[in-house]
Every structure is written in structure tokens, then in C-alpha cells.
């Protein structure tokens, strides 16, 4: 039996799908996770614990889970899902003689500093940027025009990032950034990168994921998103994807050739990309390249077809990827899809959720996934980084999927309670 290693945190949603879609294929995923390796495999599935920020201990955990195995007990391919993993995958692929990218370009794209640097230097548009140092960030008034977006160098989904129109705001921003690089959440990481901050110029304008993959330097692209909710601030939290664009086939063609230079500027050139960007009168401005697939349960969205009209889902795709077969003939289906991520109104304990079935009936809604757990407390952006759960939605139109998904929003009721603090007795 093939074998895919899966590189991914304990806590990513696409673990299981990654986990069905291989056993539709019959290939086997060997996982590389950052669990407690103290424990005697506490989840039986013969995971490999690694740690992502000790790169060169893990990489030897994982060669040395190989080493002496037959040809046919050794992976095929590796795959990181989420950002974190990324890195990691690249130095694996490396040491176990696997097609990936190149670790230096990955850690590059996975920076936003670094990434925002190299863009500049290879002649892409880019905001004006400076970076600080968290211990003092609190101390500085912006260093760039307002309006500006303050955000940390190694976060995605927009955790952490803020815009600011003023001093004062500035100056809040500042502090909630600096608040949440301090949270045993983000410490425990030990990212290098998070003892810095990135101000950049606000970039206005309309913005678009690209979902593709790389062939040895070949981008391929599945989906055009947009993203028909403005992004404009304070906080820049995603909610509906869309596709195919309803953006002009210029504009499109752009979009692609924009993000195709980007990669190769990183230096990306074997894997899934998810790449994010803005558009406006200026040109095209890309936000992110990174070097996995798109987040979360959005896979759902993309809905991809071979030559012989057979579907398959975005997974799939990536572990024939990954063995090494030809997957340019996949393409995306002839119809509008579209996500969307359910927001986190407002912090507090989460007690459930009414209407879900009234939502689902709504025409052109496929599925709805409440993925918040009841009792647990929820945590808006940008200190918080995860969704009330996904709305899925099929159509002949891209504005009939868009509406069909708020209108399904619209439907649903979630119960929210305060948080309440206990005060603890100092009495003996």
C-alpha cells in the first residue's frame, strides 16, 4: 500500500478529511504531529510526535521512524496542513529524498517580514512596511502613514491583525497585538518571529484567494476565490469564499500571473499553494504565498473534475499529487461553490445553536457544520482563531451561492453567555 506522510497539528479540522480521502484512494497516511511523546501513541495511530519549532530534532524523529523499513513501508510524498507544519515538511522532504520545496523558500513564505521583503526586492507591488520589536512596539507612534495595518510576523487567519486610523488607535492596536504574542497560546510556539511586529500601509481594494499546487516549478491552479465581504478593518475577518470570480478574465489572468511570480520569487516549487491578494487601481498587491492548502473545512468549496468527468475532492487530488502522478488534467466543476466561515459574534461560553435545519433547506445549500464545541468559550478576532462552524452552498451562479450562504447565516441563532470570573478567596 502507497503511504503519504501527513505533517499537522493536533488540532486541524482537515486531518480527517485528509484521513477519507485516502481511504478512498487505499493509500495509507503515516502522521507527524506535535503530541505529548511522552505518552505510548495516546491517540493509536501511530503518529510520529514532533516538535515544529525544533526542526532538526524532529526531522531526525522522523527519518529515524523509517530508517530500515522497506522501500514500500516508506512515504511516497509529504504534505503539511496548516501553516506551522510547512517548514518542517520541507527539511522532511529533504532528509527522506522526497520532491517538496526548498526549505529556505518555504520559511521565506511563511514570514511575513521576509516574504513582504523579497516581493519588494523582485519588483512586485508591496505597501510601504517597517518591523519593530514587540518590546517596543508599545513606545512608538506609527512610522508610517495612516491609515496602517498592525500584524505579527508568523500568524494566519488573520489573528492578530488590526487597522489603525490614528495615534490612538494605533496605540490600541499596539497593545492587543503585543497582549496576544504574550498568551501561553502564541508563547508556546516559540517562534522567533513572534518577537516582532509588522506595520504596513493599509492597501485598499477588492480581495481574491488563488488554490493551486506546484509541479516541479509548474503552478497549476483549481479555484479563484472572491471574497465579496469588504475588508477594510478594524478587524479583517474572513467569512465567505466564493467561485468561480466574478472578477473580469483580465483581471483573472493577472491575478495568476501575479501570484505565479510571486512563487517564484519565494522559490516555491513543489506542493499545494494558497495564495491571497488584493486588487485595486494600483495593480495587484499579494498578501500571502503559502506553501499548503487552503484552511480549515473550506476544501469543501472546491469541487474539481478529471478529463474523463470524474470528481474528486481537493484532497484526493493532493495525495495522487504527492505519489507522484500526473494530476493536470483536474479542473473545477462547471458550477458556483462557495464557503462560509461562520463568525464569532463576541467572546463568551457557547451554550448552542437553533435553526440549523431551517438553514439547510434554503436552496443551493449543500451542508452545514456547526464545529463549536457547547461549553466552551469562544474567542473573536483578532485574539481568537477559529469559526462557529461552515455553511456550504452550490449554484448555478456565483450571486445565487453568495446569497444562498447569508441567507443560511441569517437563519441560525447561537446562544452566547458571558464568561463569569470568579473571584478566588485570599481568606486561610
Keep these: 500500500m502507497k503511504r503519504v506522510l501527513l505533517l499537522a497539528t493536533t488540532t486541524g479540522y482537515q486531518i480527517r478529511s485528509f484521513g477519507e480521502a485516502a481511504e478512498r484512494l487505499g493509500v495509507r497516511l503515516v502522521f507527524a504531529s506535535d503530541r505529548c511523546d511522552r505518552l505510548e501513541d495516546p491517540w493509536w495511530d501511530g503518529a510520529i ?79 510601504r512596511f517597517e518591523v519593530v520589536p514587540v518590546s517596543d512596539a508599545l513606545f512608538l507612534r506609527a512610522p508610517l502613514t495612516y491609515p496602517v495595518v498592525v500584524k505579527p510576523l508568523a500568524l494566519s487567519g488573520s489573528q492578530g491583525v488590526i487597522r489603525a486610523d490614528d495615534d490612538e488607535s494605533f496605540e490600541s492596536a499596539m497593545h492587543r497585538v503585543s497582549r496576544l504574542l504574550r498568551t501561553t497560546d502564541i508563547a508556546i510556539e516559540r517562534e522567533s518571529a513572534h518577537e516582532h511586529v509588522l506595520i504596513e500601509t493599509f492597501i485598499p481594494g477588492k480581495e481574491y484567494a488563488v488554490e493551486g499546487v506546484l509541479t516541479n ?46 512563487i517564484r520569487i519565494l522559490g516555491l516549487r513543489h506542493g499545494p499553494v494558497h495564495a491571497e491578494c488584493r486588487v485595486n487601481d494600483q495593480g495587484i498587491y499579494v498578501l500571502e504565498i503559502a506553501a499548503r492548502p487552503i484552511g480549515g473545512l473550506c476544501s469543501k468549496a472546491i469541487r474539481l473534475a478529471a478529463v474523463d468527468g470524474s470528481l474528486a475532492t481537493l484532497e484526493e487530488v493532493l495525495l495522487r499529487h504527492a505519489l507522484g502522478e500526473r494530476i ?14 461562520i463568525p464569532i459574534p463576541r467572546r463568551g461560553v457557547y451554550r448552542g445553536v437553533s435553526g440549523v435545519e431551517k438553514a439547510r433547506r434554503i436552496p443551493c445549500i449543500d451542508e452545514v457544520i456547526i464545529t463549536a464545541k457547547p461549553d466552551s468559550t469562544l474567542v473573536p478576532l483578532p485574539e481568537g482563531r477559529s469559526y462557529l462552524g461552515f455553511i456550504f452552498a452550490t449554484g448555478d451562479a456565483p450571486a445565487s451561492v453568495e446569497d444562498a450562504l447569508r441567507s443560511a447565516c441569517d437563519s441560525l441563532e447561537f446562544a452566547i453567555d458571558r464568561e463569569v470570573h470568579v473571584a478566588q478567596s485570599n481568606a486561610t
Excluded at 217 to 245: H, M, N, W
Excluded at 328 to 341: C, E, K, L, Q, S
Design 49 to 127: 510526535p514532533v516538535r515544529f519549532h525544533d526542526t532538526s530534532s524532529s526531522v531526525e524523529a522522523v527519518v529515524a521512524a523509517f530508517r530500515g523499513r522497506a522501500t514500500d513501508e516508506r512515504p511516497s510524498g509529504v504534505i503539511a496542513v496548516g501553516d506551522r507544519p510547512t517548514v518542517l515538511a520541507a527539511h522532511v522532504s529533504a532528509a527522506l529524498g522526497l520532491r517538496g520545496n526548498p526549505p529556505a523558500a518555504t520559511e521565506a513564505s511563511r514570514n511575513k517580514l521576509t516574504a513582504r521583503r523579497a516581493l519588494k526586492e523582485g519588483g512586485l507591488l508591496t505597501p
Design 217 to 262: 516549478g509548474t503552478f497549476q491552479v483549481f479555484a479563484i476565490f472572491d471574497k465579496p465581504d469588504p475588508l477594510d478593518g478594524p478587524f479583517f475577518e474572513e467569512t465567505i469564499y466564493v467561485t468561480p470570480s466574478r472578477a473580469s478574465v483580465e483581471t483573472q489572468n493577472a491575478i495568476v500571473d501575479t501570484i505565479a511570480s510571486a
Design 328 to 341: 493536470d488534467g483536474y479542473r473545477g466543476i462547471n458550477r458556483a461553490t462557495g464557503v462560509m466561515m
